[in-house]
C-alpha cells in the first residue's frame, strides 16, 4: 500500500512539471522549463532556499534596529519639548517633597539661583525629622507665565500640607516667581518669593 502510493505521488508531481530532482528522478525531464517558472512564481529555486530566507531575516532584523534606533531618537525629543509647566512641578516635587536633590539638580539649568528654594527644603526637611512628620503633601496653585524668547517667567503658589490619617492638620501656601530657560529642554534658573 506504501508503495502504491509513493508512485501516484511522484507520477502527480511529474506530470506538473515539478518532477526531476524534487521527486528523486533526473533533472533533464520535459518539465523543467515549467518548474523554473513555478520556482520563480515562488520566490525561490533549488539551493536557495537558504540564501532566500537569509536575506528575509536580515531585512526584517535591518527593519527591527531602524524602529529601535527611531524610538531611540524619539524618546530624548519628547523630553526636550516637555512643557515648562511640567518641568517647574517636576522641580518642585522633588525639591519640597522628595528631598530628592539629584533629580532636581537634573531639571536646573547651568547656573541657578534658587537658593530660597533650597532654604526652605532644608526646613522642611529638618522640621519632618524632629517632629517625625510623614512626607508632606506639596502641589503649585495659579500657574501663569510670559515667554520671551528661550526665557520663561513664571507665578505660582505653591502648597506644602501635613496630612495624617488621611486628616490634613496644617497647610502653608507661597507665592513664588520662577525663571525658566530653555537649555536642552526647559530647566528652572532662578526663584524668588513673591509679594
Known sequence: MDITFRATYTNAMTSDGLGGDLCGGSEST?????????????????????????????????????????????????????????????????????????AATALTCRTPQLDVIGQWEQDLAARERRFNLPPLHVDMKAYTDSRSGRRITASTEIAVALVVDGQLQQRLTRPYTFVLVQQDGWKVCGASEAD
Open 30 to 102: 520535459p518539465g523543467d522549463g515549467r518548474q523554473a517558472r513555478v520556482w520563480r512564481r515562488l520566490g525561490t529555486r533549488p539551493g536557495a532556499g537558504g540564501r532566500s530566507r537569509g536575506l528575509k531575516i536580515s531585512v526584517g532584523l535591518a527593519a527591527l534596529l531602524g524602529l529601535g534606533a527611531l524610538a531611540v531618537v524619539l524618546v530624548p525629543s519628547a523630553d526636550a519639548a516637555e512643557a515648562p509647566e511640567l518641568v517647574l512641578r517636576r522641580y518642585v516635587q522633588a525639591t519640597l517633597a522628595d528631598h530628592d536633590g539629584a
